[in-house]
């Protein structure tokens, strides 16, 4: 797997062997990141179950400021951090082997992100369970879900807007934005 844009294009990246994790293709990321575009400069992003860290590292590669990590295996947090040291970018992230749906919450709480990728596993609900906390938790951000096109995600809520979706095979990236009043509490009316 090979960072496809930013400072570090072309670097190669360590990953997981086996099925426990399942990294987004190249051309998708690239893909993703076309789609942000120039909004990754000086941003933070939250990479959560982050898997080898393609993604996180991608955003630091395109411009991001910061790069929050968040996955409980601890082979796939030995991957990332040797990534991230062979390209240099230790000083930009921050990595946390945490259980998401239990860390998230006091995540959120502590820091403020621009964009939150949210890739868990397939078939195991864990989407659902982790927008329910983004929506309640959250400040403002961009948030994008991977998911199979085969699978129920509930993305009618009201502190979320989809704002783009895009479909690779079986592969969906669904882009929301969160929408906060005065008190930091999500909305409970969409616009």
């Known amino acids: 797997m090979r960072i496809t844009g930013g400072k570090i294009k072309g670097r190669k990246l360590k990953t997981r062997r086996g099925s426990l994790t399942r990294p987004l293709l190249s051309r998708v990321r690239k893909s993703l990141f076309d789609l942000i575009g120039d909004g990754i400069k000086r941003s933070t992003f939250l990479d959560l179950y982050a898997g080898s860290g393609a993604v996180g590292i991608e955003a630091l590669s395109r411009g991001a400021r910061k790069v929050v990590f968040v996955e409980k295996d601890i082979a796939s947090i030995r991957i990332i951090r040797e990534n991230l040291a062979s390209c240099g970018l230790l000083s930009r992230a921050k990595i946390w082997q945490k259980d998401v749906l239990k860390f998230l919450p006091f995540l959120l709480k502590e820091e403020r992100f621009d964009f939150i990728f949210v890739a868990p596993p397939y078939f195991k609900g864990l989407q659902n369970r982790t927008l329910d906390i983004i929506e ?19 993305f009618a809520r009201g502190g979320v807007k989809i704002i783009r979706q895009r479909k690779y095979g079986d592969t969906v990236l669904t882009f929301l934005r969160t929408e906060h009043n005065d008190k930091g509490k999500a909305k409970t009316t969409a616009r």
């Open 136 to 154: 309640r938790d959250a400040d403002e951000a961009v948030v994008i879900v991977q998911h199979s096109s085969k699978e129920r995600v509930d």
